[in-house]
């Protein structure tokens, strides 16, 4: 079943069936290196009280949380987090383990020039020879832009916070963006943000993140029912 729909999608469109990439660096022995987290059944996040100054606390919170959840659902891949709640102090860094998610509304901790256009960052920590990751901080750009829980277009920079935090999610569990393009509906959620599309339109998985995922994270007992 599996080798007929790849060679049907290579005869007809004669492109790859997937575009997805993995978050790969270069280790000081020149090899490649595959950036993963070892447990991927419980990689654990924290969320900064304040959550952004554009929503309640609870609000933001609830976004974030619906985001994670949106790649734990996926039944192919490994991939289940663990809540440990919001803290007070934390600030990002790459070196207290702690996989925090954080809004800076100052500029502070981006490092990125006022008008830059980004509007979050995934900072991944991991090990120089294993690529294990160690640590994990995203950082939205709160200075800049304003985050948004409705599907509604609003003028100005609002944007909708789930979007960006499905796709930083992605960047998180160690995907690249992927160069499949296509209509917003059906564009992969880790192709480069969008900012032109309709706010919701990237809070979906599409087949490639979908097999992204599962490459990075097999779930065993789906890797078993369908064979290799
Ligand atoms: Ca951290
Ligand atoms: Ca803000
Ligand atoms: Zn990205």
């Known amino acids: 079943m599996r080798a007929s729909s790849l060679l049907l999608g290579g005869l007809l469109v004669a492109m790859p069936s997937h575009g997805f990439l993995i978050q790969t660096f270069e280790s000081r022995s020149g090899n490649q290196v595959q950036q993963t987290w070892r447990y991927p059944d419980r990689i654990s996040f924290v969320l900064h009280a304040a959550g952004s100054d554009d929503l309640s606390p609870a609000q933001t919170h609830a976004l974030i949380r619906e ?3 949106v790649w734990s659902d996926v039944t192919t891949a490994r991939v289940e987090f663990v809540d440990q709640g919001t803290t007070q102090n934390s600030v990002p860094t790459q070196r207290d383990r702690r996989n925090l998610i954080y ?8 490092d990125a020039p006022p008008e830059t256009g980004v509007i979050a960052i995934t900072r991944i920590q991991s090990h120089f020879a294993t690529g294990q990751i160690t640590d994990a901080d995203i950082i939205f750009n709160g ?3 304003r ?3 409705g599907l509604f277009v609003q003028p100005g920079n609002w944007i909708n916070l789930k979007d960006v935090a499905v796709h930083e999610i ?3 569990l ?9 209509p917003p509906h059906i564009r992969p959620t880790m192709n480069p943000f969008n900012h032109s599309d309709d706010p919701g339109e990237a809070q979906s998985l599409e087949p490639d993140d979908i097999e992204g995922i599962s490459f990075l994270y097999p779930d065993i007992v789906y890797q078993a029912s369908v064979g290799s």
């Open 170 to 172: 992605g960047h998180l």
């Open 147 to 149: 985050f948004s829980a």
């Open 143 to 145: 200075r800049d832009f």
């Open 174 to 182: 160690g995907l690249e963006h992927t160069p499949l393009d296509g």
């Open 67 to 69: 985001s994670f959840q």
């Open 103 to 110: 809004f800076d509304e100052t500029g502070r901790y981006l």
